[in-house]
């Protein structure tokens, strides 16, 4: 058994200038439909959202990074975060074989002018 884990964090602002600058075009190459339905509910607030699912793609890559031969074979959107009816955030992922993951998890935290978000794996 193994445990590696991610982490990342980003500065909210990086994110609110992409979306304003290439709008759908950006949005769709990174978040998933349901991702952007989470984010757009936030309404004023939805740039710290969607900067936190963008760090925690980035937190679950590194921490799924020794099982990923060719970086560039997984997409921002292999990475999805759904939260649960308590607000809690799941991480699924779609585009990577998970047979020897035994579990995951996932913790975001976002204020004014930052995002974090950290991933953890637990292999078989
Ligand atoms: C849910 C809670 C932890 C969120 O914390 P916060 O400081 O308001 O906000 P943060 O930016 O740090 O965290 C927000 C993220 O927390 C995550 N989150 C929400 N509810 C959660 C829960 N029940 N469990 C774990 N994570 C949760 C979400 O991912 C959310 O981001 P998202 O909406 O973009 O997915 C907080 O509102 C809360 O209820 N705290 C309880 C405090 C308390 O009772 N303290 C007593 C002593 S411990």
């Not at 964090?9 to 952007?36: C, H, M, P, W």
Request: aromatic share 10%; hydrophobic share 35%.
């Amino acid at each position: 058994m193994k445990v590696t884990c991610g982490t990342d964090i980003i500065e909210i602002n990086r994110i609110k200038e992409s979306i304003e600058k290439l709008g759908k075009a950006f949005l769709d190459r990174v978040f998933t439909k349901n991702e952007i339905k989470y984010c757009e509910s936030k309404k004023k607030q939805k740039y710290e959202h969607y900067a936190a699912r963008f760090a925690a793609k980035e937190a679950a890559f590194k921490a799924l990074s020794w099982k990923i031969d060719d970086k560039y074979s997984v997409s921002w959107k292999d990475f999805e975060v759904q939260n649960n009816e308590q607000g809690r955030p799941i991480l699924k992922i779609i585009g990577i074989d998970l047979k020897d993951i035994e579990d995951i998890d996932i913790s975001i935290s976002h204020c004014k002018s930052y995002a974090v978000a950290n991933v953890t794996v637990l292999t078989k």
